[in-house]
């Protein structure tokens, strides 16, 4: 189909949401079902891991996993749609009030260069940052694990394009209607 073109959105899941809402997006991605009724939701089978983004060169970097016990102390910079939402006790639960989070980021791309720099580190999903290569970045998940599933979300009783509508129904297929 070398006519037809995407629009990509990116933003936290309450932008993606909103945009959803206001039918300005035909569909998101989201890592977690949103419990409201008028959406439906399409698991994708996959999930993604929690985990520190961290300076090559750093102590913690040597370690498999990193632990809540490392992370106490270390100046933190978190999603800020899990640090002022839900999300962060459903994810967390209380640990996450003993950490030392400085900052907050909406997505993840600024929040690196920051890390890179050895000013902070980052709490992150694994898949999010591509830590290959000379940049001075690597990944380290939690332990015990932190992870979250990956979700296509739409409006109940979507009206789609015919291209989007092909899309989703090729997407579904594909997936076996889970």
Known sequence: YTQV?????????EAVMEQLEKGMVDLGLLLRKKKKKKYDYLNLARSDSYGLLMPRDCPLAEKETVSFDDLQGLP????????????RLELFGEIFDTLNI????????????????????????????NTEGSRNLTFRPLAPA??????????????FSPAAKLFFNRLRDELGNR
């Not at 933190?76 to 999300?87: E, F, K, T, V």
């Not at 980021?105 to 992150?124: D, H, K, P, R, W």
């Open 102 to 129: 400085v900052a907050t980021y909406s997505l993840i791309y600024n929040a690196t260069f920051m890390v890179e720099q050895g000013m902070e580190y980052a709490l992150c999903l694994a898949n999010l940052v």
């Open 146 to 159: 932190l992870k979250v599933d990956l979700f296509i979300v739409t409006k109940k009783y979507q009206t």
């Open 5 to 13: 073109q995407s629009q990509i959105f990116s933003g936290d899941g």
């Open 76 to 87: 933190l910079i978190a999603s800020a749609q899990a640090y002022s939402g839900r999300q």
